[in-house]
RNA sequence: GCGCCCGUAGCUCAGUGGAUAGAGCGUCAGCCUCCGGAGCUGGAAGUCGCUGGUUCGAGCCCAGCCGGGCGUACCA
């Protein structure tokens, strides 16, 4: 809709040039919008205001001369109008309102899909949290935004890969051998001092258990590096298995895991560190070995070789980096806690040194989760080792909820997760605003089948009874989708979708209260009916895009 | 110190150059003979942190300042 009104204003513009009346022939790039007034009509355009100094006209005389030339062979304007300092308002005829409904059931589960993406294939790396320990909330909200962002860019026409990267290599995971170990030998009735630098979390204690139970004692028999190397690898192992059943449970799963170590394995740290010493961005100073990454825009160099011979992670990441566009994406982005911004800088200018264009690279940055009880925040210290995990959060308030409230704020800013809201069944509870629509249509759709008057083949007499305000107010709504899912696609912003969605749902339940669906007048009864399982197709399709069901019943 | 993010109604937040700044919660006043009340309608509530600038037009862009968070490792 909003494109045919474009292609009328060029066409009017190109028009008046020919004529004579504009003198100049270049159009900028028309923005037309939906005013937030209804009375300034369903959309607008600022073209006058904009065009005004290079046509040398003022602006109302160029709205007026645009408007001469506009022609509408489709005849879907009903009135234009010139407002305020040059503003164009259109009012569209309602008839042209209604086809959006036959659209959006002849599209069904597509409708609001764009082929934006043009099949470019793009990965989304998310969650990777280090293998050391249990998936908690802060995760959570990553996953949720990776998941959706996926999720959306795939319905955009994208071929989309969602990857998880393992940090299964270096000082963390010896560390984590060495805590199991350690924690092996205290249960072995050993007087053992626990480091603080260890992990303290109990599941430390659960896989020395585990370990107990398969192999006795025989990690005190034997060389204590082969027996912390052997605990690393059954923790790491065992976390790894627990994070991917978490996810499972939270509804997302993972085309591809990416190991760390195999990025050692293959020889890929180390030839992207002699290439880019030849390439003369990589020095030695002080015994280590420094990228240049202030050539590429970061405040100081990064060490990628310690003096003790150990490569950072920054190292492996710059070589995992370079592997994701060897692979073919031509899009890469991840998805970190906003405590790595910092990071930013460095592995942007790792991919700008190794040739890759900068802006083929982007980061979501995933603000921190605090979670709540009855507005008192959860004590949460991960040095303690306490921490409320994601699982437990799923076991109590359920997916759906987690998954849509971990949506409903900007991914960059810091969101309360209140335990005993997500749980509510009252509309202080988002999810369950959204998902009572979808709900309560199905119980119409049932109804109506009980009565007879089920019926989804278009019906145009039927679809054109719908002349309430309350009525063409759901239509634009619904018009509006596919435009949202194209903008969170832009912007990689899911909650767009989920502001969105309450939005629809609140039309939708006042529309509801006002208005009955299924009464004595078949023929109005049918368009309804029609009305709203367009409504209950768009819930359903944006609520599937955040990962979240849309239940029948309730 | 420097860098990034944030500052919008009592609270939690939308709003990436348009007209009279929105929603939920809370608050006040209402709505069930009826398709699911897990719902709806209406009112009150604002110096968009402050000060300048850019332009026809700024919550949005730029500069400076104030307040909060995060980062600033040969940790990840």
């Known amino acids: 809709m909003k494109q045919k009104i474009k292609n009328l204003i060029i066409d009017a513009i190109t028009c008046a040039y020919e004529k004579g009346d504009f003198s100049e022939k270049s159009v900028p790039e028309i923005e037309v919008e939906v005013p937030k007034i209804t009375s300034h009509g369903d959309f607008s355009t600022n073209i006058a205001m904009v065009t005004a100094s290079v046509q040398k006209m003022p602006p109302r005389k160029i709205a007026e001369t645009i408007l001469k030339y506009i022609k509408d062979p489709d005849r879907i304007l009903a009135k234009t109008q010139i407002a305020g300092p040059g503003f164009i308002n259109f009012f569209i005829n309602t008839l042209s309102w209604h086809s959006v409904l036959r659209k959006i059931h002849q599209e069904d589960v597509v409708y609001g899909a764009s082929n934006i993406g043009n099949g470019k294939k793009i990965q989304v790396e998310f969650v990777s949290s280090n293998p050391t320990g249990p998936l908690h909330v802060g995760h959570g909200r990553g996953a949720a935004v990776g998941d959706s962002v996926a999720n959306i860019l795939r319905f955009c026409g994208y071929d989309v890969q969602k990857e998880y990267y393992i940090n299964d290599s270096g000082r963390q995971i010896d560390t984590l051998g060495k805590s199991v170990y350690l924690r092996y030998r205290e249960l072995m009735e050993e007087n053992i001092q626990f480091p603080d630098e260890c992990y303290q979390g109990d599941y430390i204690r659960d896989y020395a258990k585990e370990i ?11 060389d204590e590096e082969q027996s912390i190397f052997f605990c690393a690898r059954f923790a790491a192992e065992r976390i790894i298995k627990d994070i991917r059943k978490d996810l499972m449970d939270f509804g997302i799963e993972f085309d591809n895991w990416f190991s760390e170590q195999s990025l050692y394995d293959t020889g890929k740290v180390n030839a992207v560190i002699e290439d880019f010493k030849e390439k003369n961005i990589i020095y030695e100073k002080d015994g280590a070995l420094w990228f240049k990454t202030t050539n590429f825009g970061d405040e100081k160099d990064r060490v ?20 994701k566009f ?3 994406f031509h899009r890469v982005i991840d998805v970190w806690g906003a405590d790595h911004h910092g990071y930013i800088p460095r592995v942007t200018g790792a991919i700008e040194a ?9 980061v979501i940055l995933v603000q921190l989760v605090n979670l709540l009880r009855e507005q008192v925040p959860v004590a949460m210290s991960t040095r303690a080792g306490e921490f409320v995990t994601l699982n437990e959060v799923v076991q109590e308030v359920g997916r759906d909820a987690a998954r849509f409230i971990f949506l409903t704020r900007h991914h960059e800013s810091p969101l309360d997760f209140d335990l005993e809201l997500a749980k509510k069944k009252t509309n202080d509870n988002p999810v369950f605003y959204v998902q009572y629509v979808h709900a309560r249509i199905s119980s119409i759709s049932r109804k109506s089948r009980e009565r007879g008057l089920y019926e989804l083949e278009w019906n145009e007499t039927a679809v054109l009874m719908l002349q309430e305000p309350e009525e063409i107010n759901l239509i634009k709504a619904m018009i509006r989708y596919p435009e949202v899912v194209e903008d969170s696609a832009k912007y990689m912003e899911p909650h767009r979708i ?23 007048d078949p023929l109005l009864s049918k368009g309804r009916l029609y009305l709203v399982l367009a409504v209950q197709k768009v819930i359903r399709n944006g609520l599937s895009l955040l990962g979240v069901s849309a239940p029948d019943r309730m």
């Open 212 to 222: 107990i139970a398969l192999k006795g004692k025989a990690l005190l028999d034997q």
């Open 304 to 323: 990628v070789v310690r003096k003790n011979g150990q490569t950072t992670y920054f190292a492996s990441d710059i070589a995992y980096h370079m592997d």
């Open 498 to 520: 989920t502001f969105y969605l309450m939005d629809l749902a609140s039309s939708f339940h006042a529309y509801y209260n006002k208005h009955r669906v299924l009464s004595d």
């Open 326 to 328: 060897e692979r073919g």
């Open 354 to 362: 190794s040739g890759q264009s900068r802006d083929r690279f982007n």
